[in-house]
């Protein structure tokens, strides 16, 4: 399948929603979470399975991790929101930078235009303001 192009060679329009890097409970790691927002600028990807790419970066510029769709998502014509997240077992990791593209499916063309996101680890929710339920058999 070949996917044609906007004359800005941006078919989608991509922004931040929103993004966080946070603390899991119940297991010692830390996840990034950025949702983008995106736009179908060129009508021919329209319905079409697409991918988007993350890469995050430690705070001295070294690639950690490269995430993505394993099967891609379908392109809706009115554009939506992605989210895209990975986990961080090294609890060290204080601030990352993570570098967003939407893609073909196959991850060899760019279809976006590239977002940066600064993330800074927020605080774990405190102990006594948290609840949980177990089920006991």
């Not at 090294?90 to 235009?113: E, G």
């Amino acid at each position: 399948m070949q996917l044609s192009f906007a004359q800005n060679n941006q078919a989608i329009s991509i922004t931040v929603a929103n993004s966080s890097y946070v603390p899991l409970t119940n297991t010692e790691a830390n996840q990034v979470r950025v949702h983008v927002k995106y736009t179908v600028e060129d009508k021919s990807i329209e319905n079409q399975k697409i991918n988007a790419v993350m890469k995050v970066y430690g705070p001295n510029g070294t690639l950690l991790r490269t995430t993505s769709f394993p099967g891609g998502f379908t392109a809706k014509n009115n554009g939506g929101v992605q989210g895209l997240k990975t986990t961080f077992n090294d609890k060290s990791l204080q601030s990352l930078l993570a570098n967003i593209t939407f893609t073909d499916l196959a991850k060899t063309k760019s279809l976006s235009n590239a977002i940066t996101v600064n993330l800074n680890l927020e605080e774990a929710p405190a102990k006594g303001n948290t609840s949980s339920t177990s089920i006991q058999n």
